[in-house]
């Protein structure tokens, strides 16, 4: 067999890899009379046997010998340019064509579905800088052109892969959460709209110097975002601030308001408590100046109202005022730089024993350890308004005229709240503090008093958090009179009076959650009044002109999207959906111009004239 070397013309056909830097040395030359590549019928002769060969067979013998070097060096290069599965397609293509070289070849093919093919461009540019003749440059050349086909191709590797999971902090609500946080926000709000408040809205963010300085040592758990156009802004941490802000800036000296929405907080979540780093919050504040305490006892009154409402269990209503607070650390000898920083160590009794309170007011807040005792004897009080006639006359509280201001308002608010029928569930405890600076006179928290499993899906947001049985949610609403803080926004420094209370709906939700889940009732996500359905087949026209009727009426309406569903896909449906009611249309009920209307819990059907149906929906659904 004559050895040989193709011509340019011939070369010109093949890669730049194979072409110019594959080439075996042993190659003669060979002539090609033809402008391009010749015919398979087209002899090439060979001067040194006297032979002609067609130059398809001389290049297969020739392939032959060198087989097991070209097979692996296409492999490599393909690698690095196709997918696996187009790998494998290759291999199997190379086989088929070259049956001759089938061990050399399923030996490849193995180690590639091994992991030759995932060596990829790293790999193959570690082959190619072993061919002889092949600069550096001229690799890298190749390489990228690799690498550029590559990336046209696409392939397996280089996609993105989602860590699916919300923030930490933050949860997802399914259609069965989302009707029961409806039903807890219908309750709040009708509650609200009963005391007569009107709602607004505000921004999510405010700027940085309209929050910073309000929340004492919470205003590290303020989430501040980037530089926005030359504006330093924050999310809101509360409904407070910003409302205090919105009555400075709009010139606004009386109102009663509600406003739910979310707030945000840097806070260690717990998400079994139902504390979120992203959560709602219901406020609802009265601003404008009145006779003291009767605003007071009626934001009482809407907590024990709500409360009650939701039946969320058995609860309590502390109730305490900032003046007595500071009254008592004064006489108790608290300098009145550490005032603001002993509320906040004292507001943490109700997380905390009074041994690990007492040592970080003496340990770490400075203070003496006398006075820490004195306050001791004090946050352990608790009664009403014989409480408050108690300390009246206390030798040392009765020095202190902030005390005994707020001794008298305390007072004054019981004998309201006994008007309003709710001193059953008040308690005014003098551990009750509320961290936050811009209260300036009562102060109240509701807390619930039994303790249960809240089965709280706290794994949903991907971060493992183990779920917490026999867990106390705590508190669920607090609040307190912030007379100081519209001034603080007003240019001329004009103070509106206010006082509010905030629900703290997502710990509510987690209760509610709780029992729905231990109930065997079905909680509908839907309000679906009827479904309308056929017992027949080609009625999808009339279905859709009577549910478009009943839509026009007003009624709840839901119909199936297929042309010819069953009647017991149809009627399967109401029940899991707990639609009550289901509109039946036969042939023989379009031409006695009725509509078989059947109960779905009872399985009773009675024919409906057309024309009162839509009546007759309301009538059975009115207290659905």
Excluded at 31 to 45: D, G, K, R
Excluded at 106 to 129: K, P, Y
Excluded at 268 to 292: H, K, S, W
Excluded at 502 to 528: D, L, P, W, Y
């Amino acid at each position: 067999m004559p050895a040989f070397l193709p011509s340019d013309r011939v070369a010109h056909h093949f890669s730049p890899v194979l072409s110019a830097r594959c080439q075996p040395p042993c190659w003669g030359k060979i002539s090609v009379h033809h402008h391009h590549l010749p015919p398979p019928h087209v002899t090439i002769w060979d001067p040194n046997t006297s032979t002609g060969y067609s130059w398809i067979t001389l290049l297969l013998n020739w392939i032959t010998p060198h087989l097991a070097w070209w097979t692996f060096f296409l492999l490599d290069c393909t690698a690095a340019v196709m997918p696996h599965s187009q790998m494998a397609i290759f291999g199997c293509c190379f086989l088929v064509a070259f049956p001759a070289a089938m061990n050399t070849l399923g030996m490849a093919s193995l180690l590639l579905c091994a992991g030759l093919a995932g060596r990829r461009s790293r790999l193959c540019v570690r082959s190619l800088r072993t061919l002889s003749g092949m600069t550096l440059s001229q690799i890298d050349e190749e390489v990228a052109k690799l690498l550029k086909l590559k990336a046209q191709i696409g392939g397996d590797e280089g996609k993105h892969q989602f860590t699916l999971k919300t923030a930490k902090g933050t949860r997802d609500y399914n259609p069965k959460q989302m009707a029961i946080r409806e039903r807890v926000f219908n309750t709040i709000i009708r509650c609200f709209k009963r005391h007569g408040a009107e709602t607004i809205d505000t921004p999510v963010f405010e700027l940085k110097e309209t929050l910073t300085g309000k929340y004492g040592e919470d205003s590290k758990l303020i989430y501040d975002l980037k530089d926005q156009g030359g504006e330093l802004l924050s999310l809101r941490y509360d409904l407070t601030v910003p409302f205090a802000r919105y009555l400075a800036m709009n010139k606004i000296t009386n109102i009663k308001r509600y406003h739910i929405a979310k707030v945000y907080r840097r806070d260690n979540p717990a998400m079994t408590r139902g504390r979120y780093r992203e959560f709602y919050q219901c406020d609802f504040d009265i601003a404008g100046q009145y006779d003291p305490m009767i605003p007071d006892a009626e934001c009482l009154k809407i907590v024990h109202e709500i409360l009650s409402e939701l039946e969320l269990g058995d609860f309590c209503i502390k109730v305490n005022d900032r003046r007595i607070l500071d009254g008592m650390f004064a006489v108790c000898g608290v300098p009145d730089d550490k005032f603001r920083t002993i509320c906040s160590t004292v507001d943490k009794l109700d997380k905390m024993s009074w041994e690990v309170v007492k040592s970080e007011m003496v340990n770490e807040k400075g203070l003496s350890e006398e006075a820490a005792d004195q306050i001791g004897q004090y946050v352990s009080m608790q009664g009403g308004m014989d409480l408050a006639e108690r300390l009246l006359q206390d030798a040392k509280m009765s020095q202190s005229k902030q005390a005994c201001a707020g001794l008298t308002d305390m007072k004054q608010l019981f004998s309201y709240l006994q008007l309003f029928q709710v001193t059953d569930k008040v308690v005014f405890d003098l551990s009750l503090a509320r961290g936050l600076d811009y209260y300036t006179g009562v102060i109240y928290e509701a807390i619930l008093t039994q303790t249960g499993p809240v089965p709280v899906a706290a794994t949903q947001n991907g971060a493992g958090e183990k779920a917490e049985e026999g867990v106390s949610v705590g508190s669920v609403a607090g609040g307190g009179r912030y007379d100081g803080l519209v001034g603080m926004f007003d240019p001329k420094g004009r103070k509106v009076p206010c006082v509010g209370v905030s629900i703290g709906i997502e710990r509510v939700f987690s209760i509610m959650e709780q029992k729905a889940e231990a109930s065997a009732q079905k909680v509908r996500t839907t309000e679906t009044q009827v479904m309308v359905a056929s017992a027949q087949r080609n009625l999808l026209n009339e279905r859709l002109r009577l549910t478009a009727e009943l839509w026009n009426a007003g009624i709840k309406a839901e119909v199936m999207y297929k042309k010819n569903p069953k009647l017991l896909s149809q009627l399967q449906h109401c029940e899991d959906s707990g639609i009550p009611l289901v509109a039946i249309l036969g042939e023989q009920e379009l031409k006695d111009g009725v509509v078989k209307l059947r109960t779905v819990h009872s399985r009773e059907e009675v024919d409906v004239s057309r024309a009162e149906l839509a009546e007759e929906i309301k009538k059975r659904t009115s207290d659905v």
